[in-house]
């Protein structure tokens, strides 16, 4: 019998490469419901499963910010149950903190937090009775560590750790495994979606000289950690699959090795001061506008 999967925030990025692998597997071992926010969206997806044998894939509606379409979904699924669920969906945010709107703010934690706990919730029943089930979910290095001009998109990612840790030790006794799939930076449209406050924006203008000044490094270094470390979203897919076929996974996997050694650093001095000296420097380094 196929495994059901269900993915969201489909139309891009590592989304739409997992619901791609999946859809294509030799062995037609997967079916996959590929979901997203805005379904006039999967062109894209659509063009990239052209190809693979017919109907290991269906599209559905779901934002995951939106209960009655998360339920609406899952009232669509014919096998009336979902072996693997897969919490994709999120939003980026970055920029001086005091220059962020409590809408805005709110809208990233909507989506990477309570969306991500609403799709489990939905789902977490049918999964208890059955005894078994998978929740993977798109984790990020932002969620492990705190990152300059990140605060926001951090707590809710470390709000995820947290709602994946928790759930992971009761689930053990229900026969369902929760991993997290640890990112570091991915060629998406992440960047392109990510929330910021635009360069020309009034509110940027009232930030002091010295955080935009320490702002701009951080984007110069932004840029550079996608052009040297990123990978790409297919690479993702792979590493989600071995957690998908391993047979006792792990509660996390970390897709990036390059980026473990400041991982590890926050784990082994536990006060945090080497952390937050290390990392100043890893972004700040270059930084030419040395306060006198
Ligand atoms: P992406 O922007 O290409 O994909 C995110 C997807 O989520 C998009 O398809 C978007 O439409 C969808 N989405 C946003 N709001 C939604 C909502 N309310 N309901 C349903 N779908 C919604 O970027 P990506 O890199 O593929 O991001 C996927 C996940 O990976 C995110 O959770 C992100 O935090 C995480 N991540 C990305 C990176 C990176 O560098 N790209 C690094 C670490 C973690």
Known sequence: ERLVVLITGCSSGIGLSLAVRLAADPRGAYKVYATMRNVAKKERLMECVKGSRKDTMDVLQMDVTDQQSILEARDMIKEKRVDILVCNAGVGLIGPLEVQSLE????ILEVNVLGTIRTIQAFLPGMKARRSGRVLVTGSVGGLQGLPFNEVYCASKFAVEGVCESLAILLQHFNIHVSLIECGPVNTNFLANLRRPEPDEETLTRVDPRTRALYDTYLQHCDEMFQDAAQEAEDIAEVFL????SQSPALRYYTNSAL??????????????QYVKSMSQFVFSSHKAQEP
């Not at 071995?242 to 076929?245: K, L, N």
Request: aromatic fraction near 0%; avoid cysteine; glycine fraction near 4%.
């Open 104 to 107: 805005v703010m709110r809208q």
């Open 242 to 245: 071995e957690a998908i076929r």
């Open 260 to 273: 473990l050694p400041l991982t590890t650093l926050k784990l082994a001095a536990r006060d945090g001061s």
